[in-house]
């Protein structure tokens, strides 16, 4: 089945600037349409159903910043791009931070640069149809979608038809202090079974191997630069959040062993699931500060699972949210399956086993008392899974006693 051609309307009051892009844009197999007014953007809104609305600011009458704002109370799924000579005016720059427009073209525009924001908000207007409008309306608040951290898309260079370039990968990992003592601390961990001393980065690499690493740097790369501008939500603790992330991670692969003894490829995407697996509360909490602390305080109340809550206050929950953006990166399908489904994993069209590991590791992590679900009610571990992991009494306890030592490991 093809995939509809996505629809843009261009809004300008210069019929020589509509031209200049008519020109630009007409091999690039999109639907493209014309207009050099507000209130004609508004009238062809109307009857036609359009993916995207790139529209100048300064224009007599209704000018872009009155047309978005309209824009975006009547049809919250558009996706709204400004193309303006003018990108510091304080209004512009606010209509951004607010979430009118997602991104803002300059006049003049330099060609390639100007196609590719188009194909990035086009991409992002894909992802969106396959939910709500609910969901729809809240992503389209955001001013701008977070890029791929630099440091995981070096360390993803190094892999070119599943070869791996080591040295050039180490090379990256160690202009990172940060990122090098992490990797260091898990290769030297009992997790991963090591009797001699991981002392450099390539040995780390090798031990760890490259679906680990990959998803080590890309979670310590997200988790510092939330960390950097993460606003305070009251039930949101970002210590505790990161300590819950690794103990799930380690649990998640210690589960799925149980499971799968020899297969490693499925003990690593065990451990990735896990450590990734509430990457949609970093989300929430730097999106929607004041709506995730809502949902989080009415969990409280209702003594009722945070994703219900949430649902509740803005449609959507963590889950839906992180496994959006892990689409927007293009992340492999295991992973977004694994942040989307972590709740519900009877659910994932794929990695079913790797992702109930996820699912169990998460609930027991809250269990061992690593991290903090800001005081909501967790859900229990239903029988099926405690039947598909051996879960006895005995074995949770063993299960404890090897987090807390492979945690010992890390801080040691």
């Known amino acids: 089945m093809n995939e509809p051609v996505p629809k843009i309307l261009f809004v300008d009051d210069e019929i020589n600037v509509l031209k200049s892009l008519e020109r630009l844009l007409q091999n690039e ?3 493209c349409h014309f207009v050099n007014s507000g209130a004609e953007a508004l009238g062809f809104l109307k009857t036609e159903k359009v993916d995207l609305v ?3 600011v300064m224009m007599p009458k209704m000018d872009g910043l009155q047309l978005v704002s309209e824009i975006r109370q009547l049809y919250p799924e558009i996706v709204r791009i400004f193309l303006t000579g003018e990108a510091k005016q304080e209004n512009i720059v606010k209509a951004l931070v607010e979430g009118y427009t997602q991104q803002i073209i300059p006049k003049p525009w330099i060609d390639q ?3 590719e924001i188009i194909r990035s908000a086009l991409r992002q207007c894909t992802q969106q149809k396959k939910h709500s409008l609910e969901f729809q309306t809240l992503i389209n608040s955001i001013p701008l979608l977070p890029t791929l951290p630099e440091s995981y898309s070096n360390v993803r260079s190094c892999i070119v038809d599943d070869e791996v370039d080591i040295e050039k990968m180490a090379n990256y990992i160690s202009q990172d202090v940060a990122i090098a003592s992490a990797l260091l601390h898990w290769a030297n961990s009992a997790l991963f079974g090591q009797r001699f001393q991981v002392d450099t980065i390539k040995k780390a690499i090798v031990v760890l191997g490259t679906d680990i690493v990959e998803n080590l740097v890309l979670s310590e790369a997200v988790n510092r630069t939330i960390a950097e501008q993460i606003p305070v939500v009251e039930g949101f603790d970002f210590a505790k959040f990161k300590k819950h992330s ?4 380690v649990i998640s692969r210690l589960l799925i062993k149980s499971l799968h003894l020899t297969d490693f490829v ?3 995407r065990a451990f990735v699931a896990g450590l990734l697996h509430d990457m949609g509360k970093l989300a929430a909490v730097s999106f929607f500060p004041e709506q995730f602390a809502t949902a989080i305080e009415n969990a409280k109340k209702r003594r009722c699972p945070l994703p219900e809550a949430e649902i509740a206050v803005y449609g959507t929950q963590h889950a839906e949210i992180g496994a959006f953006l892990a689409e ?3 992340l492999p399908p295991f992973i977004v399956n694994a942040i989307c489904w972590h709740h ?7 990695e079913e086993d790797v992702i109930a590991a996820a699912h169990v590791a998460n609930l027991l992590s809250y269990q061992f008392h690593y991290g ?4 909501t009610t967790v859900r229990g571990i239903a029988d099926e899974y405690r039947i598909k992991f051996y879960l006895t009494e005995e074995a949770i306890e063993i299960l404890k006693t090897e987090t807390d030592k492979t945690f010992s490991d890390l801080v040691n």
């Open 372 to 375: 903090s679900n800001g005081g």
């Open 328 to 330: 927007w990166w293009a």
């Open 344 to 350: 519900q994993p009877q659910s994932t069209p794929v």
């Open 29 to 31: 197999g999109w639907d």
């Open 54 to 56: 790139v529209s100048d």
């Open 246 to 249: 690794m103990a799930t991670a």
């Open 266 to 268: 499925r003990h690593d």
């Open 113 to 115: 640069e100007l196609k």
